[in-house]
């Protein structure tokens, strides 16, 4: 069964930086494209970044680019979502998983950016 543990959420200031990470275990993490997604409460989830598996290749939604990055490290089995810049409309639960075919959702990480 795959698990994936998302850390690293907290309370910045604006214009502070975070670092989020994902550990998945139970599964061949390297094959799959994988993304950062986010959620406020009474809105959808949407998606923040994406990663290919090969990490050639990355996207992010028009509200966070130039500001956060994606990245993966196959041998740590682990995503990484570096936050920079960050505004009071990033603040919402951050969740990982695959961009298809999704798994089961993890328990996330609250991101709070308030002065």
């Known amino acids: 069964q795959v698990q994936l543990v998302e850390s690293g959420g907290g309370l910045v200031q604006p214009g502070g930086s975070l670092r989020l990470s994902c550990a998945i275990s139970?599964?061949?993490?390297?094959?799959?494209?994988m993304a950062w997604y986010r959620q406020v409460p009474g809105k959808q989830r949407e998606t923040v970044a994406t990663?290919?598996?090969?990490?050639?290749?990355?996207t992010y939604a028009d509200s966070v680019k130039g500001r956060f990055t994606i990245s993966r490290d196959g041998a740590k089995k682990t995503l990484y979502l570096q936050m920079n810049s960050l505004k009071p409309e990033d603040t919402a639960v951050y969740y990982c998983?695959?961009?298809?075919?999704?798994w089961g959702w993890g328990q996330g990480t609250q991101v709070t950016v308030s002065s």
């Open positions: 998983n695959r961009v298809e075919n999704t």
């Open positions: 139970g599964s061949l993490f390297s094959v799959y494209a």
């Open positions: 990663i290919t598996s090969g990490s050639r290749a990355t």
